[in-house]
């Protein structure tokens, strides 16, 4: 079975610095999807970026970009330009590539803090 | 607007009350699924759907039941709540297909709360 961990439950980063959140991940599968979700206190799943297992480059969306350790499996979160909207709760999850499933597993989050 | 709706937002209810959470989506997705969020757990997958009359159980689908009888819902029901049912509930929907555009929309999430 697939695990997601989030080992880091809180982190703080200053206004305008860049931080980093980390997601390990172990699966036996070769082609799958990751994501980064973002929680903030409205409760609402936004969706921050997604990366695809079979794809070496690391994604990017704008301030957000993400190193994709495939080996080592691992999938970190790096936030450039930190700002006040990015304080909210992250999940890391998984998804296997198969079109005939809808299965995720979703890590146990970290909570970001952006101090002014 | 593409959507994902439920209702209600927030229930406060007995233990052993039957209870519905809806969930209604308007953009023809196939796949449905149904979440639970827990301090310290994340969300878990409580049951999916990828289909209307094809349901699958998540990760943790003990005290909970689902219908698919129409392709835009897919109804929760807890026939016997109970306290450890206490939690935040995501609905979410996608179409199949691996590409960029085929990942889930979110519902706004259900406060539920068992005493």
């Known amino acids: 079975a697939q695990t997601v961990t989030q080992s880091q439950p809180e982190m703080s980063v200053q206004e305008a610095e860049t931080v980093t959140l980390s997601c390990t991940y172990d699966?036996?599968?070769?082609?799958?999807?990751l994501f980064w979700y973002k929680q903030p206190p409205s409760r609402q799943m936004i969706l921050v970026i997604r990366q695809e297992a079979y794809k070496q480059q690391n994604a990017t969306e704008n301030r957000f970009s993400v190193n994709f350790q495939k080996a080592a499996k691992s999938f970190s979160l790096k936030i450039s330009d930190s700002q006040l909207g990015d304080a909210a709760m992250y999940f890391c999850a998984y998804r296997t590539s198969g079109s005939g499933t809808y299965k995720y597993i979703f890590g146990t989050g970290t909570r970001l803090k952006v101090l002014a | 607007e593409a959507q994902v709706t439920q209702n209600p937002r927030y229930l406060i209810t007995v233990t052993g009350k039957k209870l519905t959470v809806t969930c209604s989506q308007n953009?023809?997705?196939?796949?449905m699924s149904w979440y639970r969020q827990d301090p310290g757990l994340g969300l878990r997958q409580i049951y999916y759907?990828?289909?209307?009359?094809?349901?699958d159980k998540g990760d943790v689908p003990e005290g909970y039941k689902v219908s698919r009888k129409e392709k835009r819902n897919f109804p929760l029901i807890l026939e016997s709540p109970s306290p450890n049912q206490t939690s935040l509930y995501f609905c979410?929907?996608?179409?199949?297909?691996?590409?960029?555009?085929?990942?889930?929309?979110f519902g706004p999430g259900t406060r539920l709360t068992v005493t």
């Open positions: 759907s990828m289909n209307v009359e094809v349901t």
């Open positions: 979410a929907s996608r179409k199949p297909g691996t590409g960029d555009t085929y990942e889930q929309y």
């Open positions: 953009m023809n997705h196939e796949y």
């Open positions: 699966t036996s599968e070769s082609d799958y999807y």
